[in-house]
Structures are given as structure tokens and as C-alpha cells.
């Protein structure tokens, strides 16, 4: 009788994936069939309940601790899914952090956070994803469109961003005959927590009419161009940035 052969389950791996466009992008990978490890920092219930959430519709999740922006942690973050579920097909950057103010009445500290998670916590997972993603594998990186639109007292926060931009189409570059794709997904004004908070709800109308579809995206909508990037079907886009925004710019 001859042994069958049972293909080995994908691996994905989202960073930030408990709430808001990370949790949509670890709901919409584990429904396109990855097992996927779902990072958090301070988030452990959260990340444990989607994880039970997954499982319960009979995927395959699980939460792994890390801070980001410490490199050590970084690497025992991707030893840890590749003990638990295999090689990683899929590096999901989606943690980060938003402060806002002019660049005047910006702080050290405000400054420093976002540095250190949006810039850092993203080279820290590219630095390691030659040794740890699979060939024919896909790297996303979150951006946003405010390094299109530059609107005031997002310059901290466009900043991290736009070096993220700039150090995906390098790295696409650098992997060159490791059939792996890099690209940066960067959303418009998205209806999450992180984008609502503490806007008063005629700033949130106003960007909510800018795009001329004249709504604000959902966090479902990230996810899908996500799981685009990650198929096969998104295999020939490679360090490129898709501005997934309604059209605001």
C-alpha cells in the first residue's frame, strides 16, 4: 500500500494580531487555511480568546508573547512558532503604535515609542526573515497613507512609517533568489480603536468623506489585500506599497 502524502499546514505570523486590522488579518489567514501564531504584548486574554476563537472553527492558533522593538525577544518569538507549528510562509508586521501632535509639542518619549515599535519592532522581524521565512514565502508590513496625505500632527507617526517603506523595498531587493516576497500594505483612516481614539466625531465625518467612496475602511477591508499579498494570486507584486484607502490619495 503506498503511504499518502499530507501536505504541511502554512504558517503565518502576525505581530499586533489581537485587536482591530491585526485580528481581522489573523481571522482572514486562518479562514485562507495558515495556522497562525498571533503575537501580543500586554494583550494575553485577548490573543488566548482568538486563538480559542480560531481552533473553535477548527483552525489552528496560537498566542506567543514578545515585545517587538527587543531584538532577543524577536528571535525567541520565531524560534517559539517554529518549534510549535513549523517554518513561517507568512510575516505579518502589524504592531504599532500612534501618538499624535505637531512636532513642536512632540516629546521624547512620544517619539521614542513609536521608533521603537513601528521602525525597530518592524527591522527586527526583517532582519531574521532570510533565516526564518520559507521559500516562496511572503513578508507584509503595515504602512499608512499619511505619508501620502501628510496631514499635520501625524509627522512622528508618517516618519516610522515611511522608513518602513523604504527598508521593504530594499529588503525585497536583498532577498533577490530567495523567491520571497516584500511588500507594505498601508491603509486610510480605518475604523479601529487605534484611529478612533480621542478624535472628536467631526474630524472622524471629515476623513470619513475624503475618500471618494466617502467611508472609512474596515479593518475586513486591510485584511482581504493582506491575504491577496499572501496567496499565490499576489506572487508577482513584490516591493511594492498598496495604498488600500478608498482612494484618499
Do not use: H
Not at 39 to 46: D, W
Not at 85 to 94: E, T
Not at 140 to 160: D, F, H, M, P, R
Amino acid at each position: 500500500m503506498s503511504e499518502q502524502i499530507t501536505a504541511k499546514q502554512k504558517v503565518a505570523l502576525v505581530t499586533g494580531g489581537t485587536r482591530g486590522i491585526g485580528a481581522s488579518i489573523v481571522r482572514e489567514l486562518a479562514q485562507d487555511g495558515y495556522a497562525v501564531a498571533i503575537n501580543y504584548l500586554a494583550s494575553a486574554e485577548a490573543a488566548g480568546e482568538l486563538a480559542l476563537e480560531i481552533k473553535a472553527r477548527g483552525g489552528n492558533a496560537i498566542a506567543v508573547k514578545c515585545n517587538v522593538a527587543e531584538f532577543t525577544e524577536v528571535s525567541d518569538m520565531f524560534d517559539a512558532v517554529q518549534r510549535e507549528l513549523g517554518p513561517i510562509d507568512v510575516l505579518v508586521n502589524n504592531a504599532g503604535v500612534m501618538e499624535l501632535a505637531t512636532l513642536k509639542q512632540s516629546s521624547d518619549e512620544l517619539f521614542d515609542s513609536q521608533v521603537a515599535i513601528n521602525f525597530k519592532g518592524t527591522f527586527n522581524t526583517l532582519k531574521l526573515s532570510a533565516e526564518y521565512i520559507a521559500s516562496g514565502g511572503s513578508i507584509i508590513n503595515l504602512s499608512t497613507s499619511v505619508v501620502g496625505l501628510k496631514l499635520e500632527t501625524y509627522g512622528v507617526y508618517a516618519a516610522t512609517k515611511a522608513a518602513v517603506e523604504s527598508m521593504s523595498a530594499i529588503l525585497a531587493k536583498e532577498l533577490r533568489g530567495k523567491s520571497i516576497n516584500v511588500n507594505c500594505v498601508a491603509p486610510g483612516p480605518t475604523s479601529t480603536e487605534l484611529f478612533l481614539n480621542n478624535k472628536p466625531p467631526a474630524v472622524i465625518e471629515k476623513l470619513a468623506k475624503m475618500p471618494p467612496l466617502e467611508r472609512l475602511g474596515e479593518p475586513e477591508d486591510i485584511a482581504n489585500v493582506v491575504s491577496f499579498l499572501a496567496s499565490p494570486k499576489g506572487n508577482w507584486i513584490n516591493g511594492q506599497v498598496l495604498r488600500a484607502n478608498g482612494g484618499i490619495v
